[in-house]
């Protein structure tokens, strides 16, 4: 059974180091990996350690049994099932039979360099925590069985256009799962985890900067703060917030950061150093460029506009 132990994974690989599988099919030089877990070695029946990915994976579950826990919720995992998952939470899997199960493993470097950098236009799906495994007909799974295999193959290979041959083949089976999963998967109206994601941000954002304007915090958060106070990957978290707001999460943090230097100033207790240190600048200089990019004014001169 799992022990305590929490792992930290920026690639599969790491992970499965981390769990002491065997490690020899993969070429972890580009963020992406694609093997059947029959070729591992799994000693049944297993069950991981918890862990974070920094990736997303899809399995393709042709013949064997086992589960999947994240967020307490457990799924089980049949024959004829496909599952995705992507950078969030702790999870644990088990298995308790293996034959013919297809891991396919990417990072979002890899998406952005191989596919495009609207990625996730094309597969909104992709930041869904839809995590529940579906059960898909023959025909379809047959269909994108035959792309697998095409990416195996390549994967294999060592040429120089390997990687861009198996961004374009993911591409298809990516266009693949959303016609026929989530052809009308839009983030905006999803009303379950990103949803909350972005409700906690929010929340986090509003008492942090509640905080500092009292003088119970010294230091403004940034966005790893932010993604270690939600429990999730900081790459991950920008993506849903981007994803479900139209705005990136370093503009919501400038927005407020630029709200609460303006209410700083105000006071003239505080000197514009103090404040530049409060608000994460650590320099004065900094703090100064920030608010003129945005102001189009200095500190020193909204100040003195507010003081006359």
Not at 151 to 169: C, F
Not at 274 to 301: A, D
Request: glycine share 4%.
């Amino acid at each position: 059974m799992a022990n305590s132990k929490r792992i930290e994974s920026n690639s599969l690989f790491q992970l499965y180091q981390a769990l002491h599988l065997s490690v020899e099919l993969f070429d972890s030089g580009e963020g992406f990996t694609i093997f059947n877990l029959n070729e591992i070695g799994f000693e049944l029946p297993y069950t991981s350690d918890s862990y974070r990915p920094n990736f997303f994976s899809f399995l393709f579950v042709k013949n064997g049994k086992g589960r999947y826990t994240i967020d307490e919720q457990t799924f089980e995992v049949e024959p004829h099932s496909i599952y995705f998952t992507n950078p969030s939470n702790y999870r644990t899997f088990s298995w308790t039979q293996i034959d013919d199960i297809l891991l396919i493993t990417f990072d979002e470097t890899f998406l952005k360099k191989y596919i495009g950098e609207d990625v996730y236009t094309d597969f909104p799906f992709l930041l869904t925590e839809t995590v529940r495994p579906r059960v898909v007909a023959d025909h379809f799974f047959e269909e994108v069985a035959v792309i697998n295999v095409e990416i195996v193959n390549e994967y294999r290979k060592n040429t120089a256009s390997k990687y861009k041959i198996i961004g374009h083949l993911l591409a298809v089976l990516l266009f693949k799962i959303r016609e026929h999963i989530w052809v009308d998967y839009n983030p905006i109206y999803e009303g379950n985890r990103s949803s909350q994601i972005v409700i906690s941000f929010k929340r986090i954002l509003e008492q942090h900067y509640r905080d500092l304007s009292l003088g119970k915090a010294d230091l403004a958060f940034r966005v790893q703060d932010y993604a270690n106070a939600l429990h999730l990957h900081p790459n991950y978290l920008s993506s849903v917030i981007k994803s479900k707001t139209g705005k990136n999460i370093t503009a919501w943090i400038a927005e407020k950061t630029l709200t609460e230097a303006k209410s700083l100033l105000q006071n003239e207790d505080m000197t514009i150093k103090e404040i530049s240190y409060r608000l994460g600048f650590s320099e004065t200089s900094h703090f100064s460029n920030f608010f003129k990019k945005y102001e189009k004014t200095s500190p020193i001169l909204y100040r003195k506009s507010h003081h006359s």
